[in-house]
């Protein structure tokens, strides 16, 4: 999926390798996660992560169902994707892929 986020365009997929957690989570087992700056999480005007219009994906979230469902996260935009979720540029299950 290719989302606006101003001038540019990200990708964000999650995708849970464990239909049964995925299920548990109430998610399918490959999600679109969408990129908006309308709201900040921060000061520092970080981008907040929704899975749909209304639910908030975090860090947190992605760690649980990486270490649970081993899930892992693709993006073409790792940059904006840690500062956003608070993830390490080398964090386990993070992928970055081509635009």
Do not use: H
């Not at 464990?18 to 921060?42: M, W």
């Not at 907040?48 to 270490?67: A, M, S, Y």
């Amino acid at each position: 999926m290719q989302v606006d986020a101003g001038e540019e365009t990200m990708k964000v997929i999650l995708r849970i390798a464990d239909a049964a957690v995925a299920e548990k989570f109430g998610l399918e087992s490959v999600v679109e996660i969408n990129c908006t700056e309308e709201y900040c999480a921060s000061s520092f005007g970080y981008p907040v992560f929704l899975i749909g219009e209304e639910n908030i994906f975090t860090g947190e979230l992605f760690r649980q169902l990486r270490d649970t469902g081993g899930a892992t996260l693709e993006t073409d935009n790792p940059t904006k994707v840690c500062l956003g979720l608070g993830l390490a540029r080398n964090e386990p299950g993070l992928v970055v892929v081509e635009a």
